[in-house]
């Protein structure tokens, strides 16, 4: 399973994760506000974490489905949807072992859960994502840029991928792999047609890290 245990811990000791990527409501807007009837719409998010793009997904009357290898965030999204009477089926599950049939959703979403994969299993995960997908279906990706901040020091185990991270928002969350714009072609392009690139950036603790990441959208041929 493609899975680091130590995401457990971030989401037992983080209480983050409660408001949707504003980059998705953009994207879901366009694409899909003016169907007439949402609830026809499936919709999965890998590696949804406490489920808040999900809440809203759920919220918005998309067909929400959501996996994720953490039982603990798993767990947490579930009381909260219980509470707030929404409905989202939830799994816990292996990202490259989806649990869904061929040609199934509608749109699958990533919001940095690919980043925390090697270039290879990347690409395995990226070929069980598309065969779950409908043909013209959507991908929507964001992953992190080699523009990243990833510590003053850091284990580089492959080409931009890296482990032990000192400082900076991707400490204490294990391995991550940046990409290139360059390196998206040759990794999405194998089983989407690329529809869009952008870059979202920002920096943080008065300038002194940059946050930065490609927010990619690709179609099922």
Avoid at 61 to 76: K, R
Avoid at 166 to 174: F, L, N, Q, V
Wanted: proline share 3%; hydrophobic share 35%; aromatic share 12%.
């Amino acid at each position: 399973m493609v899975w680091n245990s130590v995401w457990d811990d971030v989401f037992r000791k983080n209480e983050w994760g409660k408001y949707p990527d504003e980059s998705l409501i953009r994207f879901v807007a366009g694409k899909y506000y003016g169907s007439p009837n949402r609830k026809n719409i499936k919709i999965l998010e890998v590696g949804c974490g406490p489920g808040a793009n999900l809440w809203y997904l759920s919220r918005e009357g998309f067909n929400a489905y959501g996996i994720d290898g953490s039982t603990e965030a798993i767990s947490i999204a579930r009381k909260r949807f219980s509470e707030e009477h929404l409905m989202v089926e939830l799994q816990v599950c292996d990202i490259m072992k989806l649990q869904y049939p061929d040609d199934y959703f509608d749109c699958v979403v990533d919001i940095e859960c690919l980043y925390a994969n090697s270039f290879a299993n990347t690409e395995l995960i990226l070929q069980e994502i598309c065969r779950t997908m409908k043909p013209g279906g959507f991908l929507f990706s964001k992953s992190i840029t080699d523009k990243m901040y990833l510590g003053k020091q850091r284990d580089e185990v492959g080409q931009l991928e890296f482990n032990n991270i000192s400082d900076g928002p991707a400490a204490g969350k294990g391995f991550a792999r940046s990409m290139s714009q360059q390196r998206i072609h040759q990794l999405y392009g194998q089983f989407f047609t690329v529809e869009q690139i952008d870059l979202h950036e920002y920096t943080r603790n008065n300038q002194t890290l940059l946050n930065s990441e490609w927010v990619i959208v690709c179609s099922k041929r």
